[in-house]
């Protein structure tokens, strides 16, 4: 048997078993973007690094208020989570030109959220064959650039 090791998940797998706080207000209570990788912050909702990218640039457009449903959000804070998402879709295509973009929202545990009390939205740029025999086989992502690295070329093209 062959055995991949991937000591940096062991981070996520202990802290979605902790019954702790919101991750996405503890980011924002911190005032340390760099830290938190806080790429943008808006008036009603920020744009912040996927600490667990599925591919380099998956970022997430996250609501101040702390509300799980879609109904729960006010308007603004809705329409502006969607101006953010366009705005970093843009930077994210001038950084890294993918062939293609995911956005999505997974509401509640059933439906694969990993932070279910906190609404927010995925970006991810995608590339063909990006879901390699690693993902899909090894059950294993592989990223070719470190998240600071990412950072920083965001927040350069968000400027």
């Given at each position: 048997?062959?055995?991949?090791?991937?000591?940096?998940?062991?981070?996520?797998?202990?802290?979605?078993?902790?019954?702790?706080?919101?991750?996405?207000?503890?980011?924002?209570?911190?005032?340390?973007?760099?830290?938190?990788?806080?790429?943008?912050?808006?008036?009603?909702?920020?744009?912040?690094?996927?600490?667990?990218?599925?591919?380099?640039?998956?970022?997430?457009?996250?609501?101040?208020?702390?509300?799980?449903?879609?109904?729960?959000?006010?308007?603004?804070?809705?329409?502006?989570?969607?101006?953010?998402?366009?705005?970093?879709?843009?930077?994210?295509?001038?950084?890294?030109?993918?062939?293609?973009?995911?956005?999505?929202?997974?509401?509640?545990?059933?439906?694969?959220?990993?932070?279910?009390?906190?609404?927010?939205?995925?970006v991810l740029p995608r590339w063909a064959g990006d879901a390699n025999f690693m993902t899909v086989v090894g059950e294993t992502r592989l990223e070719p650039?470190?998240?600071?690295?990412?950072?920083?070329?965001?927040?350069?093209?968000?400027?």
């Amino acid at each position: 048997m062959d055995y991949l090791w991937t000591p940096w998940r062991y981070r996520y797998i202990v802290d979605a078993s902790k019954d702790a706080g919101c991750i996405f207000c503890e980011a924002t209570a911190a005032n340390d973007d760099a830290k938190t990788l806080i790429v943008l912050r808006g008036q009603k909702n920020y744009i912040i690094l996927n600490r667990f990218p599925y591919t380099t640039g998956h970022v997430m457009v996250v609501p101040y208020a702390h509300v799980a449903e879609l109904p729960a959000a006010e308007p603004d804070t809705l329409a502006e989570m969607m101006r953010l998402a366009q705005r970093i879709q843009a930077a994210i295509e001038k950084t890294y030109h993918p062939q293609g973009y995911n956005l999505g929202m997974n509401l509640g545990r059933a439906a694969g959220a990993g932070v279910t009390g906190h609404l927010h939205l995925h970006v991810l740029p995608r590339w063909a064959g990006d879901a390699n025999f690693m993902t899909v086989v090894g059950e294993t992502r592989l990223e070719p650039e470190e998240l600071s690295t990412t950072y920083e070329k965001l927040r350069k093209a968000l400027a």
